[in-house]
């Protein structure tokens, strides 16, 4: 439908709430699944499988990995497991349950050392996988697994040794293929288990954790400040570990946030390079709302360095991040499938190319030491042609108004292949000589900073209001035609499938046209041209300005052309076309 042409999912997943209790993970709510209880109130295991299975099939022929939402370490005290094995409950000194420490809710913790709990858990696991059909599965409240107490089956077990146990059945259960989040889990033992990790604490409809629980936490009550402080200081796991999960991002009118603070949690995902998740009905939601989530999706698979992680303000949450964009090594797409069988189905997956990125940098025992060089994490991989840049993002964290600041070091550009890492940082001679261009993506506008501006004191800064984030790209100055940028996709540069020109009086700017996207794309047109400019966009005459003349010295000057497009996913030849046709 017309979301899927704006942005298209890759996993579809049933979260909590399917269930009578957690622990009873066969049981069905009769008004969430009607035809389970067309034959009685007491629906058969055959008929819950039935019903489990028509729901992975159906994402499935979406073009979806079936997910599901499961928690097999935890149980609630109504559930009819915990009423029929109790001594499976991890119980403290006194021969009470153990206390759950979890702030919506109290609930059981089944004990990882008891040999039939684990069986429990692999049998559940194992139907949800070879049964209902679920490829991807999210493991919750993980810890419950090694929850505080002497009352275990096996007291010579530590309760390291207990979570153990617990990821290594789990792990069993669902197979070598099977896709694993964990959540709420222990992060280092899961290394290994798991194949994406919840790293922030639960997201929320407020800045901060709402009434009653107490505002001044910092990391661990839901919150949107939360997930964000989580996400970037835990950043550097994502790829290494696992693929970072930063939980949802909140688009809807339901929540307290600010349209500032939506575009900040967004900014936040789309710059560490982590999973991208949505839970709102995408069909309900405002168009500024919903744009904000196409200009950061796809995710590209590198992770932004957190440039004050050490030295953050007195929020305690970093506000520079930095990625690096390069056109000088290029990742290839690729065509995936997910038959099964090794057979293409020719459909392409959004994330194909930010998989491949991940797995370019990922942590591998068998490369040699030096094939991945530090700064390729932070690395954007983009057409031939574009270039190189820069790509920071400034926030403010603050609950007033506050000019947030970047020193000259944060916002220069990558070193040459040739120049080695030692010099990282640092710009090669010559590249900036004319100046840079500055373009503000949130806010969508351009600036040409001279080169004889930027010295060693030069910043660049901007008064942010509170919880407000801008992404801001430096790219060098050359006098050639040049691709500036364009305020469709947060990188300015991921969105583009090429960019040619002739060397003389044409240029040709292909955007990547599989989602429906509109926007403004800024192009340099170099000194040499005298004369009018000609654009067409889509086959057909197209409407532009020039916003900017930038001097280049010597009385010569190139003009920034600004340039709306719609791109119309539709799969015709000439869509997401920008030409520019000027006299030398």
Same mark, same amino acid.
């Given at each position: ?16 709430? =399917? ?7 066969? %049981? ?29 099939? %159906?994402?499935?022929?979406?073009? !979806? ?67 209902? @059909? ?30 153990? $146990? ?8 669902? @197979? ?11 992060? @280092?033992?899961?290394? @290994?288990?798991?194949?994406? !990790?919840? #790293? ?91 744009? #904000? ?114 020193? #000259? %070091? ?52 901007? !008064? ?18 040049? =691709? ?14 090429? $960019? ?19 926007? =403004? ?64």
């Amino acid at each position: 439908g017309p979301i899927r042409n704006k942005i298209m999912s890759n996993v579809g997943l049933i979260d909590d709430g =399917y269930m009578t209790a957690w622990g009873d993970w066969g %049981s069905l709510k009769p008004k969430a699944f009607p035809t389970a209880f067309m034959l009685g109130p007491n629906p058969s295991e055959k008929d819950v499988d039935a019903c489990m299975k028509t729901l992975s099939d %159906s994402m499935r022929s979406n073009g !979806m990995k079936p997910g599901i939402w499961l928690a097999p370490f935890a149980a609630d005290k109504h559930s009819k497991l915990t009423k029929e094995n109790p001594d499976w409950i991890i119980r403290d000194n006194s021969g009470r349950p153990a206390n759950s420490s979890n702030c919506g809710k109290f609930f059981y913790g089944l004990d990882a050392t008891n040999p039939q709990v684990r069986e429990f858990v692999f049998r559940t696991i194992r139907r949800a996988v070879s049964v209902w @059909g679920f490829e991807v599965l999210k493991i919750d409240f993980l810890y419950a697994a090694c929850l505080k107490g002497n009352g275990k089956h096996d007291m010579s077990m530590s309760r390291a040794e207990a979570m153990h $146990f617990a990821l290594r059945c789990i792990r069993a259960g669902a @197979g070598p293929k099977t896709f694993l989040i964990g959540c709420g889990c222990p992060l @280092g033992t899961a290394v @290994g288990y798991i194949d994406g !990790m919840r #790293i922030s604490a639960d997201t929320g409809p407020t800045w901060q954790p709402g009434f009653p629980l107490p505002s001044w936490d910092h990391s661990t009550l839901p919150s949107l400040r939360a997930m964000v402080r989580n996400s970037i200081t835990r950043s550097n796991f994502g790829h290494r570990w696992w693929h970072n999960d930063p939980d949802c991002i909140l688009l809807g009118e339901t929540t307290e946030l600010t349209d500032e603070e939506v575009v900040s949690a967004a900014t936040v995902v789309g710059m560490t390079g982590g999973m991208m998740l949505m839970s709102d009905d995408l069909t309900k939601l405002r168009h500024n709302r919903l744009r #904000i989530i196409t200009r950061v999706f796809p995710v590209t698979g590198a992770t932004a360095r957190a440039i004050d992680l050490h030295h953050p303000s007195k929020t305690g949450i970093p506000s520079l991040l930095r990625l690096w964009c390069t056109d000088e090594s290029e990742v290839s797409d690729v065509v995936v499938s997910d038959s099964g069988d090794g057979s293409s189905q020719g459909a392409r997956d959004p994330n194909a190319l930010a998989i491949r990125t991940a797995q370019s940098i990922a942590f591998n025992p068998d490369r040699r030491l030096g094939d991945t060089s530090p700064g390729m994490r932070n690395r954007v991989h983009v057409a031939k042609g574009l270039g190189r840049w820069s790509v920071l993002s400034l926030s403010n964290w603050s609950n007033v108004p506050a000019t947030v600041v970047a020193p #000259i %070091s944060v916002c220069l550009l990558p070193p040459l292949p040739d120049k080695g890492e030692g010099k990282d940082g640092a710009v090669s001679e010559g590249d900036d000589s004319l100046g840079y261009h500055v373009l503000s993506f949130w806010s969508s506008k351009y600036v040409w900073i001279p080169k004889k501006q930027v010295d060693s004191k030069w910043t660049l800064s901007k !008064m942010l209001d509170p919880h407000e984030t801008e992404v801001f790209h430096v790219k060098p100055v050359k006098d050639e035609p040049q =691709y500036i940028g364009s305020d469709i996709h947060f990188t300015c540069g991921y969105e583009v499938r090429h $960019f040619k020109t002739n060397g003389r009086n044409e240029l040709e700017l292909a955007f990547k046209s599989e989602w429906r996207r509109s926007g =403004y794309a800024f192009l340099f047109v170099p000194s040499y041209s005298k004369g009018p400019i000609r654009a067409t966009v889509n086959g057909r005459r197209g409407n532009f300005d020039v916003i900017a003349k930038p001097s280049l010295g010597e009385g010569k000057s190139g003009r920034v052309v600004r340039v709306w497009v719609t791109i119309r996913g539709d799969g015709k030849d000439e869509d997401g076309i920008i030409v520019l046709k000027f006299n030398k």
